[in-house]
């Protein structure tokens, strides 16, 4: 009987004939087609963020990959005696090597080197323009370092000015009027006829990273603030990587569970999203004005941004030290080790990887921050290098809002360089980041 009752036929829905097909739920095909539709939405998503990507990295590759090239005019010069000591005081007066009139050795070594008229003084004042004002100043130090050169004829290399490294590097329409350039028909003449001779080439930019701040666009660098910069990292390091590591171990591993922890995870959360300013409003009050650090310290502006990493890294390690499996301290409890053994000898090595993760990633964040150390002096004008971490300073970040900021068309080619070598620091940290999370990670 029951078998003859589990082979019976099931019953027809009502509404159907026998031997119709069966029709597909028509809700079905609207969620597949939202489901399509949500697909199409995020890849528009993500093309349209990829496409001003590249708008933004081709923007300022274009306008700043020649910064890294530098035009630069190698002419013969004179050390005549005359120009030097007409007196005859150089041996008792040291000044005299330091008030020499330098400009005149670069002018008479233009004059003939272009076969300029000297009478001609319009002719001679822009052969003068050719060469950067900083000329003077590498001269003298050169003679300062070896005066013995003096009495003889060496070869120079001098940075070629502004308008002339544009011209050069075809920055400059010079198929318009001369009226409406900075750079004149004869000079243009003059820059082939120094091409041709081989004194005027182009080279890489060993300033761009090893001078200071100027006036002079050819003449700046990011000498003062890659050191600034490293300065600042160093200190966040140093301040904000143990305070964050030590303050993540007791709220995670040995701090009771009660509404004082519960109010310091909210207020370390809140503090994660206080913007940079208020940062720099908080290191002016306290650092610059309580505690009479000095104005534009890298030392003043890395306490500032520990304080900014220090919540970034307490979540970070946080979030890594409770993806440590349970069992793990189970089984070192089990097999009698302390507290702290468990947590130092077996939780901690297993999170170091997301640890130095969020480290890296912090220092990063702190690398590209501006507003905070505008606000405590870092914008100053540093041309020397600072020798310690109390000495005046800038950061790279800093450098690119002042050059920014400077009304000469030259330093916008500064700026995009600047982007560039900001950008490949925060990539190449990032990577880092990457790679050690990948390397030493594990899979629970």
Do not use: C
């Not at 070629?160 to 011209?167: F, L, T």
């Not at 600034?228 to 303050?247: D, E, K």
């Not at 310091?264 to 959360?269: A, H, R």
């Amino acid at each position: 009987m029951s078998e003859v009752a589990s082979s019976a036929p099931s019953p027809i829905p009502r509404g159907l004939t026998p031997g119709a097909p069966l029709r597909r739920d028509i809700g079905i095909n609207r969620r597949y087609a939202a489901e399509r539709r949500f697909r199409a939405y995020g890849l528009a998503a993500v093309t349209f963020g990829l496409v001003f990507l590249v708008i933004l990295v081709s923007t300022v590759v274009r306008h700043g990959y020649t910064a890294f090239v530098q035009t630069s005019i190698t002419l013969p010069i004179e050390f005549t005696e005359k120009v030097f000591d007409p007196a005859g005081k150089r041996g008792t007066d040291p000044k005299v090597l330091i008030s020499a009139n330098y400009p005149a050795l670069i002018r008479d070594a233009l004059v003939k080197a272009l076969g300029i008229d000297p009478s001609n003084r319009v002719l001679v004042r822009e052969a003068t323009e050719m060469v950067s004002d900083g000329a003077r100043i590498a001269l003298r130090d050169k003679v300062l370092a070896d005066p013995s050169i003096i009495g003889k004829t060496v070869e120079v290399t001098f940075l070629a000015g502004a308008n002339i490294d544009s011209a050069n590097k075809g920055q400059i329409d010079l198929t318009a009027s001369e009226k409406d350039r900075k750079v004149s028909d004869q000079q243009l003449t003059w820059m082939r006829q120094l091409a041709a001779s081989g004194a005027l080439y182009k080279a890489f930019n060993t300033g761009l990273f090893l001078s200071g701040n100027s006036s002079r666009p050819e003449a700046a660098g990011l000498g003062v603030a890659l050191i600034g910069s490293l300065y600042l990292m160093l200190t966040v390091l140093v301040l904000a990587l143990p305070i964050g590591v030590a303050a993540s171990i007791y709220l995670e591993e040995f701090a009771p569970k009660n509404r004082l922890t519960d109010l310091i995870e909210v207020n370390i959360n809140n503090l994660a999203a206080v913007p940079s300013i208020v940062y720099g409003l908080l290191g002016l009050s306290v650092f610059i004005n309580f505690m009479g650090l000095p104005r534009s310290a890298s030392l003043v502006g890395g306490l500032v941004l520990s304080l900014m990493t220090l919540p970034m890294i307490i979540i970070a390690t946080r979030s890594a030290l409770r993806a440590v499996p349970p069992s793990i301290r189970s089984a070192a409890l089990g097999l009698g080790a302390s507290r702290m053994q468990v947590v130092f000898h077996h939780v901690l090595p297993l999170a170091m990887p997301g640890i130095l993760t969020g480290t890296i990633l912090g220092l990063a964040h702190a690398l590209g921050e501006t507003a905070p150390l505008l606000l405590i002096g870092m914008v100053a004008f540093v041309a020397n290098y600072p020798v310690g971490p109390l000495d005046p300073s800038t950061a790279l970040p800093v450098q690119i809002y002042m050059w920014a900021s400077e009304a000469e068309r030259a330093f916008v080619e500064r700026t995009s360089g600047a982007i560039i070598v900001l950008l490949f620091f925060l990539v190449a940290m990032n990577i880092g980041a990457i790679l050690l999370r990948r390397r030493f990670e594990r899979r629970w």
